[in-house]
């Protein structure tokens, strides 16, 4: 079930400053605002504006066809533009004006964000006649990964990391800007699909079906992440973009984050539980690390065909909601860790392990050194040493791609920007199974190695700033 909202800040307990293993602080005495309504009487509460009927045609020459999904403040319906093509339209129809002000945020976000096949694309922007902003997007043919978890099926370790490598590059656009998603999660992960590709095999419906990269590669799924509507200025560049008039708009001068909590509460991390009971004036947590925490959780739901702490309201009673929703979060900031599933190797273990570390300093720093770990495990079979050496990690890859490329093949060995999928060729020998300290050539020299990775840091560095001054 589907939790997705917004959470004024309640009684849980602090988890401690790092967000780490450690026992919270007993709970302190109620503090919240006004308490946890469950969503449906929380969006009831803020006032809905009248929504629009089928076969409407609104500003733009849009011309709505049918109700294609329904959240706590927008619609999606499917329509067609002026020329007759397919088109998304998403409508606020919320009129609490936090509500206005981040669906402004997501029009902003996703306008601006570079073009990337596993995002979904901008169209257009405008208002209904009553006042109501819409966005206008492109209208993908497939399902969500959630529609496809809730047939009971899962997916084998390749085709996983085949899906959670496409996942890490919608990131690239949101992360290289420092701005967090902050709603990962299988309903708002589309698996776009060629209408002429076969479809995958019809669930069995005993016990959970694996589904192989084979089938995955047949199908040709493609990863579109959706919904920006919890979008975050986690590193303040946009704040800062629109300040210097680099951006329009004041969109991110204000603090939308203080005293609540937004998002799905199975899949938001222990520094945004930390960050909702924060005063104005403190500084926040949470940051890219936190959208890699959300990604862990449906690495290890794609794996499993659950999430490792479920939330399971008794009732949509208000008050029980409201308990629910309380003693749930309470134990998720106390830093809750899990252990590897049966079946699963070690070494991807290691990396999803990583990603669900209750610390975000441990944890991968973005969804571009996720893609590395697992790209890593693809072609070497290893995943990440329990005491992260960066220097070592880093020029182990170097050199085992180096090596790599002396025997023909075409691995990225570039830290700026995602590479292209690795070509799967039927005839390929097994990758090898060294331990990533066995990949550092013995006779290079610890001097050589550090300027090296002096090099490396610079690049990335000079590559980030370009980045910032180019968008």
């Not at 991968?364 to 990440?384: K, N, T």
């Not at 490396?456 to 560095?461: D, G, L, P």
Request: some cysteine.
């Amino acid at each position: 079930m589907d939790h997705a909202a917004q959470y004024p800040a309640t009684d849980f307990p602090h988890a401690n400053a790092q967000a780490g293993g450690g026992s919270p602080p007993d709970p302190p005495h109620a503090t919240s605002r006004v308490g946890a309504a469950s969503p449906k009487v929380a969006s009831a509460a803020h006032g809905d504006s009248q929504s629009p009927e089928p076969n409407t045609t609104i500003t733009g020459g849009y011309k709505l066809i049918r109700l294609v999904g329904r959240g706590n403040f927008a619609q999606v319906w499917e329509a067609t533009d002026a020329r007759g093509e397919r088109v998304a339209v998403k409508i606020l129809h919320s009129t609490h004006p936090q509500a206005n002000k981040r669906f402004q945020r997501e029009m902003k976000v996703v306008r601006s964000l570079p073009a990337n096949e596993h995002v979904i694309q901008y169209v257009d922007h405008g208002a209904l006649p009553d006042g109501s902003p819409f966005l206008v997007l492109e209208f993908v043919v497939g399902f969500t990964l959630g529609q496809l978890i809730s047939t009971g099926r899962r997916f084998s370790e390749q085709a996983a990391c085949a899906l959670m490598l496409q996942l890490c590059r919608s990131f690239a656009g949101l992360h290289a800007l420092g701005v967090t998603h902050g709603d990962i999660k299988p309903n708002n992960i589309m698996l776009a699909k060629s209408a002429s590709a076969p479809a995958l095999p019809a669930s069995n419906k005993v016990g959970k079906e694996v589904i192989h990269l084979a089938q995955v590669e047949r199908s040709s799924l493609r990863i579109k992440l959706l919904d920006f509507g919890l979008v975050r200025d986690a590193q303040g560049l946009l704040k800062l973009l629109e300040q210097h008039e680099m951006l329009p708009g004041k969109d991110f001068a204000e603090e939308l984050d203080v005293g609540m909590l937004a998002g799905t509460p199975e899949y938001i991390a222990p520094e945004q539980l930390i960050d909702a009971r924060r005063e104005e004036h403190e500084p926040a947590l949470t940051d890219t690390p936190s959208d890699v925490f959300g990604l862990g959780i449906v690495f290890f739901q794609l794996i499993t065909g659950v999430v490792p702490w479920p939330f399971e309201p008794d009732s949509r009673d208000p008050e029980a909601y409201r308990h629910s929703i309380k003693e749930y979060l309470a134990q998720r900031a106390s830093g809750q860790r899990t252990e590897c599933p049966q079946g699963t190797s070690q070494a991807l273990w290691s990396i999803i392990a990583r990603a669900l570390d209750p610390d975000p300093k441990k944890r991968q720093g973005d969804a571009l050194a996720l893609f590395r770990d697992i790209e890593r495990f693809v072609e070497y079979g290893v995943g990440v040493p329990a005491n992260l050496d960066t220097e070592e990690t880093v020029l182990a890859y170097f050199d085992a791609a180096s090596a790599d490329s002396d025997r023909g093949s075409a691995a990225a060995t570039e830290l700026n920007s995602f590479p292209l999928p690795p070509s799967a060729s039927a005839t390929s020998s097994a990758p090898s199974r060294s331990a990533p300290a066995s990949l550092i050539s013995a006779s290079a020299p610890q001097g050589s190695r550090n300027t090296t990775l002096f090099v490396i840091v610079a690049a990335c560095v000079a590559a980030g700033v370009a980045a910032a001054f180019l968008f």
